[in-house]
Nanobody, 129 residues
Framework: QVQLVESGGGSVQAGGSLRLSCAAS????????MVWFRQVPGKEREGIAF????????TYADSVKGRFIISRDNARNELYLSMTNLKPEDTGIYYC??????????????????????WGQGTQVTVSS
C-alpha cells in the first residue's frame, strides 16, 4: 500500500519557521518527481515547490521563492519543505505529492495537479499576524 505521510505542520507567528516532512512507503520515489502543494482557503490547490529526481533542480511559486526550500532524501524516501519568514497568507493545508511516471516531466512550476498520482493526507500550517 502506497502512503505519503506529512508531518511538521503547526501554528506559528509571522516571521517564524517550520519544517515539513513527508515519509513515503509502498513505492520508491527516487526516480520520480516530488512536489509540495498548498491549499489556502478559497483557492485551488497549487504546487508551490518542485524537486527533480536527484534533488539537483528545484522550482518554486513566486509567492514562496526565497523563503521556502524543498529537498529530498532518496535513501530515506522522504521529502522536506523548510519554510522561513512565514506570512499569514501561507496559512493552509500542505500536501506532498509524487508522480509514478519516472523522470522529471511536469516537475516544475507551474504544473497540473492531475499529473500527480500519489498524495498525502495534508498537514495544517497556520501563521498568525
Amino acid at each position: 500500500q502506497v502512503q505519503l505521510v506529512e508531518s511538521g505542520g503547526g501554528s506559528v507567528q509571522a516571521g517564524g519557521s517550520l519544517r515539513l516532512s513527508c515519509a513515503a512507503s509502498g513505492f520508491t520515489y527516487s526516480s520520480n518527481c516530488m512536489v509540495w502543494f498548498r491549499q489556502v482557503p478559497g483557492k485551488e490547490r497549487e504546487g508551490i515547490a518542485f524537486v527533480y529526481t536527484f534533488g539537483d533542480y528545484t522550482t518554486y511559486a513566486d509567492s514562496v521563492k526565497g523563503r521556502f526550500i524543498i529537498s529530498r532524501d532518496n535513501a530515506r524516501n522522504e521529502l522536506y519543505l523548510s519554510m522561513t519568514n512565514l506570512k499569514p497568507e501561507d496559512t493552509g493545508i500542505y500536501y506532498c505529492a509524487a508522480r509514478r511516471q519516472y523522470g522529471n516531466g511536469g516537475c516544475s512550476y507551474p504544473s497540473d495537479r492531475a499529473l500527480f498520482d500519489d498524495w498525502g493526507q495534508g498537514t495544517q500550517v497556520t501563521v498568525s499576524s
